[in-house]
């Protein structure tokens, strides 16, 4: 699926398709919010969930890598070294 497809999609379509065609890559937390990034064809895709009630708050997707920082710094890459 194309990202220009891909915001076009209703909430729900957004939820089963990251679910089913999705990647689950990474995850963080915000403020009030759980992070979740999702790797699709050519793009990724956050996910900003609500702690107390599980909801979907926001979603936003990207191609840009830098937008991939707040992840890439919680990898430990010590023991590669050693």
């Not at 915001?7 to 992070?35: A, F």
């Not at 050519?42 to 107390?52: G, K, L, M, R, W």
Request: overall charge negative; hydrophobic content about 40%.
């Amino acid at each position: 699926m194309k990202l220009s497809e891909f915001i076009l999609l209703d909430e729900p379509t957004v939820k089963s398709t990251l679910l089913h065609r999705g990647v689950l890559i990474g995850k963080r937390k915000s403020l009030d919010c759980l992070v979740f990034l999702f790797q699709m064809d050519d793009y990724y895709v956050e996910t900003f969930c609500n702690v107390s009630d599980k909801s979907l708050c926001e979603y936003r997707a990207f191609k840009e890598l830098n937008a991939l920082g707040p992840y890439l710094e919680s990898i430990e890459i010590g023991s590669l070294f050693s």
